[in-house]
């Protein structure tokens, strides 16, 4: 079945504790993104990558860090949460990202984030 | 920067009737437009992508318009039923390869 899964699906944590948030698809993407959404914000997007070794800054990318070492994974990771990135978190992906092509993003089923 | 507003919040009906959800951006210059589709606990499905050189999508029931020199669209859906109840969000994208999304309109349809 083709899927994008992350993990945990829900994440209680402190402060200042480094925490990573995984990201897979098997569908074999070029293009992985990441978005954050909050009430009266809507989703916004972090990162995002257009192939392996390659990421971009989306609209609200601080305090936020991401890789892309192979093309099935797309971390997310935190280095130092604080309680502003309380949040649900999505993954998306889609075969190429580029605007022009009529494709479909595929969404994972979220994380939720709550920083004391 | 793009700003995408969906109107209204939230709306509820009864079942069986047809209803409108309306989207409106600032910036024209989009490559194409997605409706989604969101249930709690779960991700965002994706319903219909209008690219720009286009004027409406058909999918089922639904049926999505795009106005791209007035910054508008429409999702239409005939016949609602109870299982049509979630939250729709559109989301265009620009040359920047970004997804930017309205805030949502939650639906309710009634038994």
């Known amino acids: 079945e083709a899927q994008v899964t992350q993990n945990p699906r829900y994440l209680i944590t402190v402060t200042g504790k480094k925490l990573t948030v995984t990201c897979s698809q098997n569908m074999n993407h070029e293009y992985m993104s990441w978005y954050r959404q909050d009430p009266g914000l809507g989703l916004r997007q972090i990162y995002y990558?257009?192939?392996?070794?390659?990421?971009d800054k989306g609209d609200v990318p601080e305090g936020y860090k991401v890789s892309r070492k192979e093309k099935r994974n797309f971390p997310l990771i935190l280095e130092s949460p604080s309680p502003n990135q309380t949040s649900l978190y999505f993954c998306a992906s889609s075969f190429s990202g580029r605007a022009w092509v009529e494709e479909t993003q595929y969404f994972g089923p979220g994380t939720r984030l709550l920083v004391l | 920067k793009q700003e995408v507003t969906q109107i209204p919040a939230a709306l509820s009906v009864p079942e069986g009737e047809n209803l409108v959800l309306n989207c409106s951006f600032t910036d024209s210059a989009i490559y194409n437009l997605q409706w989604f589709r969101q249930d709690p606990g779960k991700g965002l499905t994706s319903l219909l992508l209008i690219q720009s050189s286009q004027r409406e999508q058909t999918s089922g029931r639904l049926n999505a318009s795009l106005d791209k020199s007035s910054g508008r669209s429409t999702l239409y859906i005939a016949a609602s039923q109870p299982g049509d109840s979630a939250t729709y969000l559109c989301a265009v994208s620009d040359a920047g390869n970004m997804l930017t999304f309205g805030g949502g309109t939650r639906l309710m349809v009634k038994p």
């Open positions: 990558s257009m192939n392996v070794e390659v990421t």
